[in-house]
């Protein structure tokens, strides 16, 4: 397994070698899916929307709807106008979506198709109906990461649908981030249970976790409306989670609207949940609720019940940077040493960020962005590590380092099917997040330790 | 279930294509009306295959770098992949294709698990991105001191104008190992299918022929278009050798290296996967003389045929008898369980939209346990692959297919086989055929539906209308046709099963039919509520009081038994 992975490392500077992100579109085609009755388009070669469409799906084990623009080599010489144009009317006609969702590739950046003027020229011809909507976001494979593309296309949302009539609403807009439908159930359960009105986009809970029931719906129930997103412009607050998938959604309501914005990171164990408790609280002034004092409880029960198993392990985290922030605060909360800390995103406020938390426990920590796991895999063949978490490319790691403890986390998960139902976020999740930790550990112990050190009893 | 249930079973073949097409704007249904047709064994229709995907309608199909580097040369295990491009076409083909790899031979690297890019950004696209692709390879060079390095270009690649083969060229040069490049950018084709046919140059004229080392063994074949889906090329492989016939090299399904580089000395090529590989096939003939037939070794008949096929090929009695001793060793051990399989399923119906040869293979695997194929088409096939390559010569080469370079092979003045030549003329005189296939159509019913290029559209109404009982086809479709509550058998990943190749994974496949048809899941869609809407007012369950018991009476009754357990 991985047997080429050297322990010396030699410095790179062009070659990517398996990469801890992916591009722009993905992350577009999975925010528009998070729109109620919408169809996600990839305007450039079908090869793109097909990749996305299937990793999506084996994320998921969910339909994954979208179109593409089929380019040519004819599209690619003169523009995508003929194609897009012609999709537009191909969706409308035959899916009959309330809104179309388009996205950019590599190909058509390159191009330079000029998306909003397609989409104006398109209306014009009549080949949009009434009432129907189609948004764009700037998707470029070349720039950013699926992440960014996910926060482009959040982002699109407000640019083009939100409204303010001037009379403000008593809701508050929530703006999850690149997490799992289960995540969202969690974030909105939180804030229902604390008595505050949300508005939450993109909301792909009841669109990829859907009950089996005989019936197969294109457009299911879940999804923010679009009525929802134009009423986002009236809301008293944003409470955006997570700096690269959602606080540009939320800044944007802010500056359009004056909706004043609550930039939070993703809300994975203690303080960071209380945060997003605490932003619920003031944001929308109601008091937090015994139900959540309990849960909250639990959790730190829970903690003190396994610290004597995790204290001071070490710990490699792969991820996107979003998750990753989040869970490194919680495994310093956990007294664990997150000793290697990597993303494949861009950004230089991750390496700060991850640094600021780690000051105190593991101020020797290697920490990088726009790092792949390849050298992840090297440092831990050089300093070796207890624990990796990480999405499922990281089982090979794991298997290569004589079956390293491993916690899947994060996007994509290919190969269990746990993250689909039960959310890591929320003081529940962080119990969750501690269980598949601490089975991690014990498994390996348990099948590899000497029989006189098999015991009964943790 | 209600709302899929079948409106009318009796709907013809072409009153449910007309239904199919209502939906779409004219332009569009003109279109798609070429791509479906109701089938004619005896007077076949032409499909209108290979033509452009329209924009906007749901596809499975997927691009030509995908068919280059995904399907065809991607499996090849122990040469380095470099995809050229943004970051998203090298993670999207990393490990998703269950092309599986065992690495026998001392030194054998298999480099699949790596996902290498050149993780092009902005400042490539603006300034170009050969100096990063050469730095790239030197890295990779450095690292891992491969015995050859691949490269493919993605859409931006060719937009910007990075000359991807000088560079392959110039590293070539420079290392001192193989360096080849493809230009396999997305847009290139219509499908995957341009990418197939790509790749198959570059093998042919950057591998192929490298390793003239003579073959020993009397009875040497290549097996073309097999992928190792699932360990489907391991079955086929053991099955040969338990009947004495040596795979030189299997394109390209847990294939390294060396052994393509040998191809060229084998007696015989075998095409599994006509669509993806005949350009190989061809070239070979031309080249070195290597004759080429089809073959199928999906479901126990076809399996058997093939066997038969190969051996009246080699004209050895020795051959045949152990061949046949093989197919009846093999169809005895498959007898219970087809046998089993069979009485459960016998009558029920199948659709398959996959590939560019399994839903025609894959029909055959239905067939071996009695079971219907009432519409079938392919992702990215062209229309010899449906009417058969009797239709060659009457094919448009449109302007996409012109995209595609067709390289210029003649005979190769020292290799050329002459006696392969003049033992195919005289094998053909006696009624033997070569380079035949006759595709699809041929084999399926009258009055069966082939959809080229199925929309989710046409798909949503094939299930609504005709109600197939199972549907082979892919990840993309497999979630949205199990939500109508009908089970759908991924043909492009096994569904992470398999083998189902040869007679062992046709045991393997009827086990798994069986089992997707009469899984109990479908059985509880329907809820008893709703079942029984109305109710009686009484719970449908009450504990039985007779049948408690107390355990201290019980120990009453017989304490010395207690004790003993």
């Given at each position: 397994m991985l047997d080429a992975t050297t322990t010396e490392i030699k410095e790179r500077s062009a070659l990517r070698i398996n990469p801890a992100k992916t591009c722009q579109p993905i992350g577009a085609m999975y925010a528009a899916l998070g729109i109620h009755g919408c169809m996600p388009h990839s305007h450039g070669s079908q090869g793109c929307c097909a990749y996305h469409r299937s990793h999506l799906t084996r994320h998921f084990k969910e339909p994954v709807v979208a179109t593409t623009s089929s380019f040519t080599e004819g599209a690619s010489v003169f523009g995508g106008l003929a194609n897009l144009t012609q999709a537009l009317n191909n969706i409308f006609t035959t899916y009959n979506p309330e809104v179309v969702a388009v996205h950019t590739t590599c190909l058509s950046e390159v191009i330079g198709d000029d998306i909003p003027m397609i989409i104006k020229?398109?209306?014009?011809?009549?080949?949009?109906?009434?009432?129907?909507?189609?948004?764009?976001?700037?998707?470029?494979?070349?720039?950013g990461s699926h992440l960014t593309g996910f926060s482009a296309m959040t982002e699109a949302m407000v640019k083009y649908l939100?409204?303010?009539t001037g009379t403000p609403k008593n809701q508050v807009n929530l703006v999850p981030g690149y997490v799992d439908p289960a995540d969202i159930r969690e974030i909105k359960r939180i804030a229902a249970e604390m008595g505050v009105k949300t508005v939450t986009f993109p909301d792909t809970s009841d669109v990829l976790d859907c009950p089996q029931t005989g019936v197969y719906e294109m457009y299911p129930k879940g999804g923010v409306t679009v009525e929802e997103l134009k009423s986002t412009g009236d809301s008293i607050a944003s409470i955006a989670l997570g700096h690269w998938a959602s606080h540009a959604a939320a800044e944007l309501l802010e500056t359009k609207f004056n909706v004043p914005a609550s930039l939070l990171e993703l809300p994975i164990g203690v303080s960071a949940t209380d945060e997003y408790v605490d932003a619920l609280r003031q944001t929308a002034g109601v008091e937090v609720p015994a139900s959540l004092v309990q849960e909250r409880g639990r959790l730190l029960d829970v903690m003190s019940d396994m610290a004597q198993y995790v204290y001071k392990k070490r710990v490699a985290v792969f991820g996107d940077p979003d998750h990753v922030i989040a869970l490194t605060r919680f495994l310093v909360e956990l007294d664990m040493d997150p000793v290697f800390v990597v993303t494949g995103s861009h950004g230089n406020y991750f390496e700060e960020r991850i640094r600021q938390i780690l000051e105190k426990q593991c101020p020797t920590a290697k920490v990088k962005a726009q790092a792949d796991l390849f050298e992840l895999h090297q440092w831990i063949k050089q300093e070796p590590v207890d624990l990796l978490i990480g999405n499922s490319y990281g089982k090979f790691m794991s298997r290569a380092e004589d079956n390293l403890p491993f916690v899947r986390f994060g996007f994509p998960i290919l190969d269990r099917m746990g993250h689909r139902y039960f959310s890591m976020l929320g003081y529940t999740g962080g119990i969750r997040l501690i269980e598949k930790i601490t089975d991690a550990l014990f498994d390996k112990r348990d099948r590899e330790c000497a029989e006189e050190w098999s015991e009964l009893v943790y | 279930m209600t709302e899929t249930s079948c409106e009318s079973a009796e709907l013809s073949a072409e009153a449910l294509r007309e239904e199919m097409l209502k939906a779409y704007p004219s332009k569009t249904a003109k279109k798609r009306a070429k791509q479906m047709v109701v089938n004619d064994p005896d007077a076949i229709p032409e499909v209108g295959a290979n033509s452009r995907t329209t924009p906007g309608l749901i596809t499975q199909r997927g691009c030509t770098y995908a068919g280059c580097r995904g399907v065809v040369i991607g499996p090849i295990h122990d040469i380095l992949h470099i995809t050229h491009g943004p970051i998203g076409c090298g993670y999207y083909s990393w490990l998703t294709r269950r092309n599986l790899v065992k690495p026998v031979n001392e030194g054998d690297t298999n480099y699949l698990q790596y996902a290498m890019s050149t993780d092009m950004l902005e400042e490539q696209i603006v300034f170009g991105g050969e100096k990063k692709l050469k730095q790239a390879i030197q890295e990779a060079y450095d690292i891992f001191q491969p015995k050859a390095i691949s490269i493919y270009a993605t859409c931006p690649v060719g937009l910007i104008g990075d000359d991807v083969h000088a560079v392959a060229r110039e590293m070539k040069e420079k290392l001192g190992i193989n360096v080849f490049a493809f230009s396999c950018e997305g847009y290139r084709g219509v499908s995957q299918s341009a990418g197939h046919h790509i790749a198959n140059n570059g093998v042919f004229k950057h591998i192929v022929g490298l390793d003239d080392t003579p073959q020993t063994h009397p009875y040497t074949v290549n097996i073309l278009g097999e992928y190792n889906i699932g360990g489907d090329a391991w079955e086929i492989d053991t099955l040969l050798r338990k009947c004495g016939i040596h795979v030189v090299s299997t394109l390209s399904g847990d294939v390294n290296y060396e052994q393509i580089k040998n191809a060229h000395t084998a007696h015989l090529n075998a095409i599994m996967c006509h669509r993806s590989i005949n350009y190989m096939a061809e070239m070979m003939e031309t080249k070195f003389g290597i004759p080429w037939i089809k073959v199928n070794f999906i479901g126990a008949d076809q399996t058997a045929k093939s066997l038969r096929k190969l051996a009246a090929f080699f004209e050895s009695k020795e051959l045949s008898d152990r061949v046949e001793e093989v197919i009846a060793q093999e169809m005895a051990a498959l007898k219970p369980v087809?046998?089993?399989?069979?009485?459960?399923?016998?009558?029920?119906?199948?659709?398959?939209?996959?590939?560019?040869?399994?839903?025609h293979h894959y029909q055959d695997l239905?067939?071996?346990?009695?079971?219907?194929?009432?519409?079938?088409?392919?992702?990215?096939?062209?229309?010899?692959?449906?009417?058969?390559?009797?239709?060659?010569?009457?094919i448009k080469v449109d302007a996409d297919s012109r995209n595609i370079e067709e390289i210029h092979v003649e005979a190769d003045p020292q290799r050329y086989r002459s006696d392969f030549a003049d033992k195919k003329k005289r094998l053909e005189d006696s009624g033997f055929t070569f380079s035949d296939y006759n595709g699809m159509m041929v084999e399926m019913k009258k009055n069966a539906l082939v959809i080229d290029d199925i929309s989710h559209?046409?798909?949503?109404?094939?299930?609504?209308?005709?109600?197939?009982?199972?549907?082979?086809?892919?990840?993309?479709?497999?979630?949205?046709?199990?939500?109508?509550?009908?089970?759908?058998?991924?043909?492009?990943?096994?569904?992470?099963?398999?083998?189902?190749?040869?007679?062992t994974g046709a045991a393997n496949f009827y086990r798994e039919i069986d089992r997707m048809l009469h899984t109990k899941v479908w059985q509880f869609v329907v809820p008893p509520w709703q079942k029984d809407a109305a109710g009686t007012g009484k719970p449908n369950y009450s504990p039985r009081k007779d049948k408690r018991e107390k355990p201290n009476e019980a120990w009453k009754k017989n304490p010395v038994a207690t004790e003993e357990i």
């Open positions: 020229k398109t209306k014009e011809e009549g080949k949009i109906p009434e009432g129907k909507h189609v948004i764009h976001a700037n998707t470029p494979s070349f720039v939100a409204e303010s | 087809r046998e089993e399989v069979t009485a459960r399923c016998r009558g029920k119906k199948a659709a398959l939209f996959v590939g560019g040869s399994r839903a239905f067939k071996d346990i009695g079971m219907d194929v009432l519409s079938a088409g392919y992702e990215f096939a062209h229309r010899d692959d449906y009417e058969g390559r009797s239709v060659l010569p009457t559209h046409e798909i949503e109404m094939l299930i609504k209308k005709w109600k197939p009982d199972i549907i082979g086809s892919g990840i993309k479709d497999k979630f949205v046709i199990e939500k109508m509550g009908i089970p759908c058998k991924q043909l492009h990943s096994y569904d992470y099963g398999g083998p189902y190749a040869a007679f």
